[in-house]
């Protein structure tokens, strides 16, 4: 591995970036305008971003001219729609963001197979569309995240062990490429683009509209369960012991989870340290009680499990649905064994020192591990539980010593994986390669190099042949 620090240079002369003004039709800011700072603000509200200029076209022909505009300029383009994954992009001197939240929308097919939405739409909108027609969508645990990064990126949900990535269920992207051409990529055309853009993220195009199947059923069995978290131990050698022989129509997650003392927070569990086991199961009421029975023997304080409509499922993780500032990190481990389980309950346990707000784990196997047919360059997903810890920054030290946790965290349990990891879940700079199998790896490299040379287009985890650290934020 060969790791080059990258030293861009600073654009002092504005008059580039100026140029961008003159020949887009769309919103540009840049900095010294007024809506400069409200224009780069991050979803993750700990990510400084400072870019050359912010770009927010309303539609695809305003976007083709943003990315040739910059082009031309000598400037590169990072595709965002929200931020939520700002941490890895690092220093931006040189790059014009270009926010999609313009292309908003979201269209129903009439036989109600897919459905097709705006390149800057969140994921709430599609969920509560589809749920209207009787249908669900392979959404994640947050409402407001892109459904562009997200699908692009993998695309990890409630439905995931019985139905798999949502990226494998992508049915066709429309994007503008390095080269400012507005293309649509799927099974029949630009298909080599199509295969890379589901997996590849930000680093082949910027998605203006995205097309993706739904699946018919509008209400399904999910909850939580939850347990103070001096269960901790007992509770989660069950859960461990029972993932690894569940049917794939469960997926589900346990987080020990440290709640501050705040007013919003539900009394019972304000200023606590609790066990949380959440999901959802794809099965009749009987099959689920039978299925979820060994987790409910040791009797939680709250369970929620239900028939739901498949709307709610948008909440049940309780994750936050406005910006605020967070450090994280994360593994992928391949079976939990009783040093992987003694780790994760020395860090996590009330009293470890811990300065995280969330450690998880959640359950992978099933449909997410055998190849999706006429899958991208995420064909699957590896391993049997991915780890996650994320810790609230909303001061410089809580942001040290999050970081400092979370990549202990992930540290101490990556031993019991292979070394690949989930990039989606990944807001620190990290080797891409890791993302992928080397053969998909390499491939998207190759292509990479083929259809954008001069390396226009920045995604959040750049496809390259080095590893290559540039300044990070923090
Ligand atoms: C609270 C929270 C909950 C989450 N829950 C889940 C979950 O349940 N399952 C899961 O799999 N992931 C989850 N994630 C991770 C999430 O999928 C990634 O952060 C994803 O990248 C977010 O996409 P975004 O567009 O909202 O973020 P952004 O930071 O805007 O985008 C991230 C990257 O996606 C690409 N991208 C975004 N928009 C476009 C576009 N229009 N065209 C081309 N590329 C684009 C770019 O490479 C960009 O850098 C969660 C993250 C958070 C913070």
Known sequence: MTIHHLARPRI??????HSLRGLCAGDVQLPGDPGYDAARQAWNLA?????????????ARQTAQVVRAAAAAGLRVAPQTTGHNAGPLGRLDDVVIVRTGAMNSVQVDPDRQGIRVGGGTLWLTAVTAAAAHGRAVLHGSAPDVGIAGYSLGGGLGWYARALGLQTNNVTAVEVVTADGALVRADAEQNTELFWALRGGSGNFGIVTALEFRTFPFATTVAGMLVWDAAMAEPVLRRWVQWAGDAP?????SLRVMSLPPLPEIPAPFRGRSLLIIDGAVL??????????APLRDLQPEVDTFARVPVETLSGLHMDPDSPMPSVSDTAILDAMPEAAIETFLDLARPGSGSSLMMHELRQLGGALAR????????????????AFGGAL?????????????AQAFAAALAPFGSGRT???????QTETAAGFDPVNYGRLVALKSALDPQGVLLGNHPVRRTYEVEDEFF
């Not at 099965?283 to 979820?292: C, N, V």
């Not at 190849?371 to 991915?386: Q, R, W, Y």
Request: hydrophobic share 45%; net charge negative; glycine share 6%.
């Open 393 to 405: 920054a909303a001061t410089p030290e809580m942001a040290a010593a999050g970081r400092r946790d």
């Open 47 to 59: 990510v400084d971003q400072r870019p050359a200029a912010v770009a927010r076209p309303a539609d």
């Open 12 to 17: 002092q002369d504005r008059a580039v970036a």
């Open 248 to 252: 794939d129509e469960v997926t589900t």
């Open 422 to 428: 989930y990039l989606n879940f990944q807001e620190n």
């Open 371 to 386: 190849p999706h047919p006429g899958a991208g360059a995420m064909p699957t997903m590896p391993g049997a539980f991915l």
């Open 283 to 292: 099965a009749s009421d009987a099959r689920s009680a039978e299925i979820l």
